[in-house]
């Protein structure tokens, strides 16, 4: 399935004024860029643009500011000074977003030049996608570049305003994570085995669905393997649980075995008395966790387990981590199943979120075919469904 949108390369840029919606949304500490990933990720569009010669505008969100004005713990200026040590270009930072002061900014934006303004989200109407927004957005460029799939699921006025007034196209980062995320589920390499982890059945239901329809093999870490113990009828002692979604979890396992598609859950399991850093584990086998256990992590039978069958993968899908990966001692599965991902021949997809921390943490990123930027937005698209901020842009 190919990229359904225009793109940068469709659309001449030479001499124009280009807004383009990156994803600057990086972690800061002390007003630094600790992990610069999703700056990197936007710099081969923002290198095409400038070589061909457009003028180009910068904006993003960074955190979650109330939206009544400017907070400066999360001003965007680190992530422009970031942009400018990556690339070596000479990146401007305008300090604001809607006023005056941003105006003059962008109207002195000449071809080759590169501006970022301030945090498209100190305004509260940013997130409602308010047509005045839209409309101060769009007036600062002749064409709107959208670059930020982690952005690209929600309907707000940065990522998908602009489109109404000027035309709209996708950046490189865009295109191949819409084109890699569709195409893995439309006719992966066989086998295809996803792994499923993270707290909650409920965020995942639909990606769970999804993948049933699809993968051979499924394998269920992290907090939601409780919920299908539920399922199977053992007890979970003080385990992270959804009895709401016990049943759901119960028809999931009925389609697999219909469609003959294998779920994976933890044979043996590391469980706590409380949910700390200095926690004592102790291994415990599925069926036997204790009332005043909860369980933290897999269990090391179920690491072996999980590894050979991601051995024989040829296509592999991964969300979520298997454990309470922060604490060292309760990351084991997590470092177990990121290691077998690394190591297995195979077209390996990272989903986005917590697994890219996790993969980050045991320094594997170089060994994993790609890495998705945008946690929410990979599981939408994981799911079928339309990312608003691809819908708008103009048809290829």
């Not at 101060?136 to 006025?157: E, N």
């Not at 002692?237 to 049943?247: C, I, M, N, P, R």
Request: hydrophobic content about 45%; charged content about 30%; glycine content about 10%.
């Amino acid at each position: 399935m190919a990229f359904t949108k225009k793109t940068v390369r469709d659309i001449d840029v030479k001499g124009k004024r280009v807004i383009m919606r990156v994803d600057f949304n990086v972690p800061l500490k002390d007003g630094v860029v600790t992990d610069d990933t999703r700056v990197r990720a936007a710099i081969p569009t923002i290198k095409y643009l400038k070589e061909q010669g457009a003028g180009i505008v910068l904006m993003s969100h960074l955190g979650r500011p109330k939206g009544d004005g400017p907070e400066p713990e999360l001003s965007l200026k680190p992530a422009a000074d970031k942009l400018a040590e990556l690339t070596g270009y000479d990146v401007k930072f305008c300090p604001d977003t809607y006023g005056d002061v941003a105006a003059t900014a962008v109207a002195e934006v000449k071809p080759g030049d590169i501006l970022v303004l301030e945090n498209v989200r100190f305004l509260k109407a940013e997130k409602k996608n308010d047509p005045e927004v839209a409309k101060k957005l769009a007036s600062y460029g002749d064409i709107f570049v959208l670059d930020a799939f982690g952005t690209a699921h929600r309907a707000q006025g940065s990522v998908v305003g602009p489109a109404a007034h000027i035309p709209a196209v996708a950046g490189f980062l865009l295109e191949k994570e819409v084109d890699t995320l569709t195409s893995i589920f439309a006719e992966p390499e066989r086998p295809f085995v996803a792994i499923v982890g993270g707290s909650k059945v409920s965020s995942k239901i639909g990606v769970l669905d999804h993948l049933i329809d699809s993968a051979d093999t499924l394998i269920i870490g992290g907090g939601m393997a409780y919920t299908f113990y539920l399922a199977k009828g053992y007890t979970v002692g003080t385990s992270l649980k959804e009895e709401d979604w016990v049943e759901r979890a119960a028809e999931m396992m009925k389609k697999a075995e219909e469609k003959g598609v294998k779920i994976l859950l933890p044979i043996d399991n590391v469980v706590a008395d409380h949910f700390g850093e200095d926690a004592e584990g102790e291994v415990v086998d599925a069926d036997k966790i204790p009332d005043d256990r909860m369980g933290m992590d897999i269990g090391p039978k179920t690491r072996e387990l999980y590894a050979e069958a991601i051995k024989g993968a040829k296509t592999v899908f991964w969300n979520g981590p298997m454990g309470v990966f922060e604490f060292d001692q309760f990351a084991a599965g997590t470092e177990a199943v990121a290691r077998a991902v690394a190591d297995s021949d195979c077209t390996s997809i990272i989903g986005g979120g917590d697994s890219v921390a996790a993969i980050n943490k045991f320094d594997l990123a170089d060994k994993m075919s790609w890495i998705s930027t945008g946690g929410g937005a990979s599981m939408e698209l994981v799911e079928g469904k339309a990312l608003p901020g691809v819908e708008a842009l103009l048809d290829a």
